[in-house]
């Protein structure tokens, strides 16, 4: 089985940036604690702060792997082309979010991805990412 987990925005920053809502976890070192704990799933991890670099990826996974889990960060509440590229691809996605977006602030409210997501995991902390591997098991 072949699982990706796409972070969007700012969480290459994860463990250092707002840690009283995101934790004082990095995500590497979360993702290899992930890679150890499901030794017959092939997860593979992609980051990038730039929106187009997202939709290549979504492109390049969506009509060969089992599972997106993806986080859009900020791009979630504003990005027409993710939720395009969700919509156009096969693979099913998964929409994670750390922190519970909708105890926060109002423009967090809102996904564009949601509509096209075949889950959603809000505000279990990173806990969320294995929830969602689990899921595709
Ligand atoms: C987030 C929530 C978003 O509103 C925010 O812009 C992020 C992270 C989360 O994981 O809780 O960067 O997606």
Redesign the pocket.
Known sequence: MKIIIIN????NLLGKREPT??GDASFEDYFKSLQKKYPNVELTYFQSNIEGELIDKLHEVGFDFDGVIL????Y??TSVGIADAVKAIETPVIE??????YN?EEF?HHSYISPNASGII??MGLKGYNLAVQSFN
């Open positions: 969007g925005p700012n969480l809502i995101y986080n859009a960060a900020a979630t509440h994670v979010h750390i922190s519970n977006v926060r967090r809000v505000g």
